[in-house]
């Protein structure tokens, strides 16, 4: 469970650097970096291992 939410965190990461600079800042991909940065945080405050 704990590398799915990692895994999910990067992809929405990524999705947003390419939505970023493909398509000039779409309000959803901004979306989508907030809730990975809010998982990755979640991961860090339990104090669970990121990699």
Avoid at 23 to 47: D, P, S, T
């Amino acid at each position: 469970m704990g590398n799915l939410l990692y895994f999910i965190a990067v992809i929405l990461i990524i999705l947003w650097a390419i939505g970023f600079f493909a398509y000039n800042a779409i309000w959803i991909i901004h979306i989508l970096l907030v809730i990975a940065i809010v998982a990755v945080l979640l991961r860090i405050i339990q104090g669970k291992k990121i990699l």
